[in-house]
């Protein structure tokens, strides 16, 4: 049977053998020992790995879905409606990472800080693309960081800022609000028409959320 089980911050689903499930067999009969173990191997597979660290516990906020495979460690805080999608590691060992609400971390993404340095601090309607790296930056409100990407310490991305995809921001760069960075090093491209901008990023945003909800609500609308 599969059922639910929270900590108070996240609902994870896990399959629990029934009695019901065995009664027919007896406990020398080698089936039961495998549906014994298969239950307990199913269970530990649907959950994402959660790893408290030198006594800091990571917080995830309400509505928030965490890919089966995803990872967070430590000093991490999390606010509602986020995703954090399959692969990602998000280790907050060294230093703290603070994330807002309805923040999508896409597949394969790692975000990480030095210790005692930096750390990483994320607004609000905030999409970080596929296989990017963030090591201690700050990213406000509404700002895209493209796919494969890689923010490193004390950078700074402003509010409906654009990262091109493949870029490399370099450590003490400051990406102003509503500018298209790209480039290794990344380099300015152009200003962004702040409402645009603040549409698009929005609008990946909210679509990811929507994503999440295909995979902890059987009835969630497929259509938008």
């Given at each position: 049977?599969?059922?639910?089980?929270?900590?108070?911050?996240?609902?994870?689903?896990?399959?629990?053998?029934?009695?019901?499930?065995?009664?027919?067999?007896?406990?020398?009969?080698?089936?039961?020992?495998?549906?014994?173990?298969?239950?307990?191997?199913?269970?530990?597979?649907?959950?994402?790995?959660?790893?408290?660290?030198?006594?800091?516990?990571?917080?995830?906020?309400?509505?928030?879905?965490?890919?089966?495979?995803?990872?967070?460690?430590?000093?991490?805080?999390?606010?509602?409606?986020?995703?954090?999608?399959?692969?990602?590691?998000?280790?907050?060992?060294?230093?703290?990472?603070?994330?807002?609400?309805?923040?999508?971390?896409?597949?394969?993404?790692?975000?990480?800080?030095?210790?005692?340095?930096?750390?990483?601090?994320?607004?609000?309607?905030?999409?970080?693309?596929?296989?990017?790296?963030?090591?201690?930056?700050?990213?406000?409100?509404?700002?895209?960081?493209?796919?494969?990407?890689?923010?490193?310490?004390?950078?700074?991305?402003?509010?409906?800022?654009?990262?091109?995809?493949?870029?490399?921001v370099l450590s003490r760069t400051k990406i102003g609000p509503?500018?298209?960075?790209?480039?290794?090093?990344?380099?300015?491209?152009?200003?962004?028409?702040?409402?645009?901008?603040?549409?698009?990023?929005?609008?990946?945003?909210?679509?990811?959320?929507?994503?999440?909800?295909?995979?902890?609500?059987?009835?969630?609308?497929?259509?938008?």
């Amino acid at each position: 049977m599969k059922t639910e089980v929270t900590d108070g911050f996240t609902m994870l689903s896990v399959y629990v053998l029934l009695p019901q499930d065995v009664a027919h067999l007896q406990p020398c009969d080698p089936s039961y020992s495998f549906l014994l173990l298969n239950s307990l191997l199913n269970s530990v597979s649907k959950m994402a790995l959660i790893i408290p660290v030198r006594g800091f516990t990571p917080e995830i906020g309400p509505d928030t879905f965490l890919a089966e495979n995803a990872t967070i460690v430590g000093d991490v805080v999390m606010g509602s409606e986020c995703s954090v999608w399959f692969n990602t590691v998000i280790r907050g060992d060294v230093n703290s990472i603070r994330i807002g609400n309805r923040v999508n971390i896409q597949d394969g993404s790692v975000l990480h800080t030095l210790y005692k340095k930096s750390t990483i601090e994320i607004g609000n309607d905030v999409s970080i693309g596929h296989n990017v790296t963030i090591h201690g930056a700050k990213i406000h409100d509404y700002a895209l960081i493209g796919m494969g990407a890689v923010v490193m310490d004390d950078a700074e991305v402003g509010e409906n800022a654009l990262v091109a995809a493949g870029s490399v921001v370099l450590s003490r760069t400051k990406i102003g609000p509503n500018e298209l960075w790209g480039g290794a090093p990344a380099k300015f491209i152009k200003m962004v028409d702040p409402e645009t901008s603040r549409e698009l990023n929005t609008k990946i945003a909210r679509n990811y959320l929507r994503y999440s909800r295909w995979y902890t609500d059987p009835d969630a609308p497929t259509d938008f």
